[in-house]
């Protein structure tokens, strides 16, 4: 997880960094910001933080049970730690569960800035608004790329287990 929260800080970095290079006179951004920008962010990322926070539970239960729980994954854990005896049975629910969290948090934080530090007629206010929204999105991202991560390996273990539950049966 840390890694993904170093990359995505790293993505805001960088993109803070080329609208500060970019634009020519730095005292046009709070106005444009707030004209253009600043409402639709907040708007947005309230709407995808509320959405993860109440999915949360869900998704983290419905992956627990249907993935964690089953046999065939117990069995392939059984495997994969002769190689690496440290690996846990949950411990991918957990590191998804932090991860949810930590992009919910970014989420509902971006949104907050935009209103609080968002309304300071002040370049420095509005790159700050920025970082955390850029932040959030890489988040989001790296979030979305675990859970697809987790759900092939998902469909994997299901295709294993019909393939070993059609071979018993011939």
Not at 20 to 25: E, G, K, L
Not at 72 to 79: G, I, M
Not at 91 to 101: A, D, E, W
Request: proline share 2%; net charge positive; charged share 20%.
């Amino acid at each position: 997880m840390k890694i993904r929260v170093f990359l995505s800080m790293l993505v805001a970095s960088i993109t803070v960094a080329l609208i500060f290079f970019a634009v020519p006179d730095l005292s046009i951004i709070p106005d444009y910001y707030a004209r253009n920008i600043r409402g639709s962010l907040f708007a947005g990322f309230l709407t995808v933080g509320s959405f993860l926070l109440s999915l949360k539970a869900f998704i983290v239960v419905k992956l627990k049970e249907n993935v964690f729980d089953t046999q065939v994954y117990k069995d392939k854990l059984t495997e994969l730690r002769k190689i690496n005896p440290e690996l846990t049975l949950y411990g991918p629910v957990k590191r998804l569960s932090k991860l949810l969290f930590v992009t919910i948090s970014s989420a509902i934080a971006a949104s907050i800035s935009q209103l609080t530090i968002g309304l300071l007629d002040c370049w420095i206010a509005v790159l700050l608004c920025a970082f955390l929204a850029v932040f959030a999105m890489a988040m989001l991202v790296a979030t979305l790329l675990l859970i697809r991560r987790t759900l092939d390996e998902w469909l994997e273990y299901l295709e294993e287990a019909h393939n070993s539950a059609t071979t018993n049966k011939n």
